[in-house]
């Protein structure tokens, strides 16, 4: 299975075309290797000291963001389609929403409060399954 969403027979490649579903959207959307990449690398820099923890963790939040949509473009890759940026783009606001819902370093900010991370994690991951990617034909 690709990480590309199929929504149409037209893009399957099988003999049996498999479009993808509301829970495959959703596995696709989701770029879960950058997710536990974050998760790991906060827990490494929490357990430092003497170090500016907030300072990096802004860092890193930028870094992973730009490694997100350069992951997914490459994952999402297929030789004569264009560019996934649909995918791509949904995929980084949905790294950032998860970021957000574990706290750091968004927890720095005077109106953050675990409830909205949470509340916002669900409402995204619960709508984004509905949103088809389109691609329009190379020229």
Same mark, same amino acid.
Request: net charge positive; glycine share 6%; aromatic share 10%.
């Given at each position: 299975?690709?990480?590309?969403?199929?929504?149409?027979?037209?893009?399957?490649?099988?003999?049996?075309?498999?479009?993808?579903?509301?829970?495959?959207?959703?596995?696709?959307?989701?770029?879960?290797?950058?997710?536990?990449?974050?998760?790991?690398?906060?827990?490494?820099?929490?357990?430092? $000291?003497?170090?500016?923890? &907030?300072? +990096?963790?802004?860092?890193? #939040?930028? !870094?992973?963001?730009? *490694? @997100?949509?350069?992951? /997914?473009?490459?994952?999402?890759?297929?030789?004569?389609?264009?560019?996934?940026?649909?995918?791509?783009?949904?995929?980084?606001?949905?790294?950032?929403?998860?970021?957000?819902?574990?706290?750091?370093?968004?927890? $720095?900010?005077?109106?953050? &409060?675990? +409830?909205?991370?949470?509340? #916002?994690? !669900?409402?995204?991951? *619960? @709508?984004?399954?509905? /949103?088809?990617?389109?691609?329009?034909?190379?020229?």
């Amino acid at each position: 299975m690709g990480r590309r969403i199929v929504t149409s027979q037209l893009q399957a490649k099988a003999e049996v075309a498999k479009i993808d579903g509301y829970f495959d959207k959703l596995l696709k959307y989701i770029p879960t290797e950058i997710v536990g990449g974050w998760i790991a690398i906060t827990g490494l820099i929490k357990s430092a $000291s003497n170090i500016p923890t &907030n300072t +990096i963790l802004w860092i890193l #939040l930028i !870094i992973f963001t730009g *490694l @997100t949509v350069l992951y /997914i473009l490459k994952q999402t890759s297929e030789p004569k389609k264009p560019l996934a940026v649909k995918q791509t783009t949904i995929s980084t606001i949905a790294f950032v929403v998860w970021v957000f819902a574990l706290g750091e370093p968004f927890d $720095s900010l005077s109106f953050y &409060n675990p +409830i909205y991370g949470s509340i #916002l994690l !669900i409402l995204y991951n *619960l @709508t984004i399954p509905l /949103i088809n990617p389109t691609e329009k034909k190379k020229s």
